[in-house]
């Protein structure tokens, strides 16, 4: 069965400081990955996506993520993160093989950009 | 386009009632989902629907039912309304075959208090 793992429930980081978040996942078959962004009191957003090919992805805002298979990682980067960064981040996976397109959401990790 | 949209905002039940939650999409994509959120465990699934007239249930579909009789509409029905389903619902849709596959796309949430 699928799982996806974020262990970092919270991440206080300053402004313009650079910033990982991390998410592994467990899955016996390829897999697409996700990394989405919910603000305060709002639904999520799309902020990239792995479905194949080069295994750095860039996404909206700055944000970009590296798959690693044989780490079963995908974690999320920014090299200088902003006020307006600050929101929840949740890392997603779908199985690639299945069709079902059913998704697995990790728990999330609250990202506080300080000043 | 209105993508997703989800009726009422927010909601107050007494134990032992029962409602809808409605959602609907102008994207014409087949996938829809139901989620609930609750603080610190991520997006679970409760129902989805591949298209009109199919359903089926995710992780934790007790004490809901859904129906899709439409491309456009997903409603999510609560009979007996319980205080452990007190949480954030959110539709979501996913489209098939195009730039955009495997995204998903969600609602702005409905807060449901069960008292």
């Known amino acids: 069965a699928q799982s996806v793992t974020q262990l970092d429930s919270q991440v206080p980081v300053f402004e313009e400081a650079p910033v990982e978040l991390r998410c592994n996942y467990s899955?016996?078959?390829?897999?697409?990955l996700f990394w989405y962004v919910q603000y305060p009191n709002q639904g999520l957003q799309l902020l990239l996506k792995?479905?194949?090919?080069?295994?750095l992805v860039k996404g909206i805002n700055g944000f970009e993520a590296e798959f690693n298979k044989s780490q079963t990682s995908f974690h999320l980067r920014k090299p200088s993160v902003h006020i307006s960064d600050t929101a929840e981040y949740f890392c997603?996976?779908?199985?690639?093989?299945?069709?079902?397109?059913?998704?697995?959401f990790g728990t999330g990790t609250r990202l506080k950009v300080l000043a | 386009n209105a993508g997703v949209t989800q009726t009422p905002k927010f909601r107050i039940l007494k134990i032992g009632q029962s409602m809808t939650l409605q959602c609907a999409q102008d994207m014409n994509h087949n996938y829809m989902y139901w989620y609930r959120q609750d603080p610190g465990m991520g997006l679970k699934l409760i129902y989805y629907s591949v298209g009109a007239g199919i359903t089926d249930k995710g992780e934790v579909p007790n004490g809901y039912n859904v129906s899709r009789s439409t491309t456009e509409d997903f409603p999510l029905r609560l009979e007996l309304a319980a205080p452990s389903q007190t949480s954030v619902y959110f539709c979501a849709t996913t489209g098939t075959g195009d730039s955009n596959s495997y995204e998903q796309y969600f609602g702005p949430g409905t807060r449901l208090t069960v008292t």
């Open positions: 899955s016996s078959v390829s897999v697409y």
């Open positions: 792995y479905l194949s090919g080069s295994t």
């Open positions: 997603a996976v779908s199985e690639s093989t299945s069709g079902t397109y059913k998704y697995i």
